[in-house]
């Protein structure tokens, strides 16, 4: 008995690890997971609003408008995507993007939204100076969003290299250096966010995540 539990927890542990690591291994996008808790963790909470938004329009549920509604749900985070609340920002964007995606019958578009978002992407540079790429890319995507919503007009798809930066960050002694990371991060998370915005509409019904 005992060897047969075993047998099934390292199976499940195997499944976990399998999955994260396809979203690893996805073409053009991989490697910025790899790099950034905040795209990670959007990639999660895609595929998890997703899936539950599917499955509660075709159960003849009513639309969850709150973040509580949606406890429960598996983030599948672990400690090497890097810190626990960045992650968790991502996830809840992720959230609200699939779930309305999945309860209104859209196409499941994360993949391609990251893969626009991580054109021409390069490794962050090392050290403290990744967080700076992920506060960019949290603040660019809340930026993205409310830009996409308003301005109905504009492609879907947005080009990162045309995309400005407005950083926020004080002078620091490698302020030039800092500055890139986090402007890396702005315009590629402004580009997710955009698509998102763009995508739900200011007239659709969204699950308002936690900020």
Not at 27 to 40: Q, R, T, Y
Not at 87 to 92: E, P, R, S, Y
Request: contains cysteine; hydrophobic residues 35%; proline residues 6%.
């Amino acid at each position: 008995m005992v060897r047969i539990l075993t047998f099934i927890l390292a199976g499940s542990c195997w499944i976990a690890a399998f999955a994260q690591d396809t979203h690893l291994r996805e073409p053009a996008s991989g490697i910025m997971l790899a790099h950034s808790a905040f795209a990670h963790g959007y990639r999660h909470g895609y595929e998890e609003g997703y899936h539950a938004g599917n499955i509660d329009i075709n159960m003849g549920r009513v639309l969850r408008t709150r973040p509580e509604e949606c406890r429960g749900l598996n983030s599948g985070y672990s400690s090497q995507f890097g810190p626990r609340a960045v992650f968790d920002k991502g996830f809840h964007a992720g959230l609200r993007a699939g779930y309305s995606d999945g309860y209104r019958g859209k196409t499941f578009r994360a993949v391609q939204a990251l893969r626009a978002a991580s054109a021409a992407y390069k490794e962050p540079l090392p050290g403290p100076y990744a967080r700076y790429f992920d506060q960019g890319f949290s603040l660019g995507y809340n930026d993205g969003f409310d830009h996409g919503g308003a301005a109905s007009a504009s492609p879907a798809e947005l080009d990162v290299r045309l995309v400005g930066c407005k950083s926020p960050l004080p002078p620091t002694p490698n302020s030039l250096t800092v500055r890139e990371s986090y402007c890396e991060g702005y315009r590629r998370g402004f580009v997710l966010g955009h698509a998102d915005g763009f995508t739900l509409g200011p007239a659709s019904a969204r699950l308002e995540a936690s900020k």
